[in-house]
T-cell receptor, first 113, second 116 residues
C-alpha cells in the first residue's frame, strides 16, 4: 500500500542534542511538508519542498533544518537551537496538481528533557 | 493573510445525537476550505473540501459542511454521531491559486467527544 512512513513513533532526547526525524513516501509525490503540532494550536508549517534538491522555510523554521536529496525522503533535523522542541511532528506529501489531497504520516512525538 | 477560528475547543455529545463543529475564517482573497480529522496519535485524514460550486459538500463518514461566503463560515455537521467519531477535527484554508499547500492555515482544532 502507498503511504507515508514516519519513524520513530516516539523519540526522547536530552536538551542540547540534535535529532533527525525520518519521513519516507512511496506515493511518487513531488511536494513534501513538515508540520509541528502543539496542543490547542493546530498545525504550523516548518519547511516544505516542492522538488528534489529544493526546499523553503515555512512559518516556524528557526531551529530546524531539512534536506531533499531523494524524491521519496524528506528528513527533518531538530537542532539544539530550537528553544522548545517537544511536540508532535507530522510529515505530509502531495502531487503538484492544484489542490490534490494532502497525505499525512502518523507522526513522531518528540520529547526533549 | 488568512486566519481560521474554530469556535469550540471541545464539543461533548451523546451517541446518535447531531453535532455541528463551527469554523470561521478571514481572508482578503478567495480560498479553498478543508476539514480534517485526527484520531489519537495519528496523522490527519481529509474529511471533505470545498473548492467551488455547490456550497454544501459531503465527505466521508457521513459528514457534510456548508460554505457561507457572507458569514465566512464553513461549519461541519453530522446528523447522528457514533462513538468512533471521537477525534480532533481541524478546519483549514488556503488561498486559491497559491500553487500548493505551503499557505495552508489550520484552526486550533475541536475535540469531539462522543459519549454512550
Amino acid at each position: 500500500d502507498g503511504g507515508i512512513t514516519q519513524s520513530p513513533k516516539y523519540l526522547f532526547r536530552k536538551e542540547g542534542q540534535n535529532v533527525t526525524l525520518s519521513c519516507e513516501q512511496n506515493l511518487n509525490h513531488d511536494a513534501m511538508y513538515w508540520y509541528r503540532q502543539d496542543p490547542g494550536q493546530g498545525l504550523r508549517l516548518i519547511y516544505y519542498s516542492q522538488i528534489v534538491n529544493d526546499f523553503q522555510k515555512g512559518d516556524i523554521a528557526e531551529g530546524y533544518s531539512v534536506s531533499r536529496e531523494k524524491k521519496e525522503s524528506f528528513p527533518l533535523t531538530v537542532t539544539s537551537a530550537q528553544k522548545n522542541p517537544t511536540a508532535f511532528y507530522l510529515c505530509a506529501s502531495t502531487s503538484r496538481r492544484e489542490i490534490s489531497p494532502l497525505h499525512f504520516g502518523n507522526g513522531t512525538r518528540l520529547t526533549v528533557t | 493573510a488568512q486566519s481560521v477560528t474554530q469556535l469550540d475547543s471541545q464539543v461533548p455529545v451523546f451517541e446518535e445525537a447531531p453535532v455541528e463543529l463551527r469554523c470561521n475564517y478571514s481572508s482578503s482573497v478567495s480560498v479553498y476550505l478543508f476539514w480534517y480529522v485526527q484520531y489519537p496519535n495519528q496523522g490527519l485524514q481529509l474529511l471533505l473540501k470545498y473548492l467551488s460550486g455547490s456550497t454544501l459538500v459531503k465527505g466521508i463518514n457521513g459528514f457534510e459542511a456548508e460554505f457561507n461566503k457572507s458569514q465566512t463560515s464553513f461549519h461541519l455537521r453530522k446528523p447522528s454521531v457514533h462513538i468512533s467519531d471521537t477525534a480532533e477535527y481541524f478546519c483549514a484554508v488556503t488561498p486559491r491559486f497559491s500553487g500548493g499547500y505551503n499557505k495552508l492555515i489550520f484552526g486550533a482544532g475541536t475535540r469531539l467527544a462522543v459519549h454512550p
